[in-house]
């Protein structure tokens, strides 16, 4: 009696922790893969809200630069959605590094005056260009902060 219960013992004091350790480790992997998986829909939410934002900001300055080209002059007309985008991307425009954005993007955003107001194909590559663009505007700035 006394022997099974050291085997017992034995077992309880060499088993337990091993599944312990199993139970921990497959709860670290079920995290793992729950996160990556927040990530990569936080990822695709982010890159449709994006171009969708990007669309109506240029939707709206192809309407604002068509009133000012009838006559309708408006200069307080700017919404300020370049920087909701930018916040989104986490693009902090008050970097130095990162103050030509603005320009860029109106720059980019201006070239809309060329697109017919029905032209959605024209206005949805415009679009996915600029969202390009401030990607790679995004690595450009993420590997300088990392070497600093």
Same mark, same amino acid.
């Given at each position: 009696m006394a022997l099974i219960r050291l085997i017992v013992n034995l077992l309880i004091a060499f088993?337990?922790?091993?599944?312990?350790?199993?139970? %921990?480790?497959?709860?670290?992997?079920?995290?793992?893969? !729950? *996160?990556? +998986? @927040?990530?990569?829909?936080? +990822? $695709?939410?982010? +890159? $449709?809200?994006? #171009? /969708? #934002?990007? $669309?109506?900001?240029? +939707? =709206?300055?192809? &309407? %604002?630069?068509? #009133? /000012?080209? !009838?006559? *309708?002059k408006n200069d307080n007309s700017v919404l300020g959605i370049s920087k909701s985008i930018f916040s989104?991307?986490? !693009? /902090? &425009? =008050?970097?130095?590094? #990162?103050? =030509? !954005? &603005?320009?860029? @993007? @109106?720059d980019r955003a201006y070239r809309v005056t060329e697109i017919a107001v029905n032209d959605l194909e024209s206005f949805d590559r415009l679009a996915v260009e600029i969202y390009n663009w401030l990607l790679k505007e995004k690595r450009t700035y993420q590997k300088r902060l990392s070497k600093n």
């Open positions: 088993i337990y922790p091993i599944v312990l350790l199993m139970v %921990i480790f497959c709860i670290f992997v079920e995290s793992q893969v !729950l *996160f990556k +998986k @927040y990530w990569i829909m936080r +990822k $695709k939410i982010s +890159k $449709k809200v994006i #171009l /969708n #934002l990007i $669309k109506d900001d240029l +939707k =709206h300055q192809h &309407t %604002i630069c068509g #009133l /000012n080209m !009838l006559g *309708f989104i991307m986490e !693009l /902090n &425009t =008050h970097d130095r590094r #990162l103050e =030509h !954005l &603005t320009d860029g @993007y @109106y």
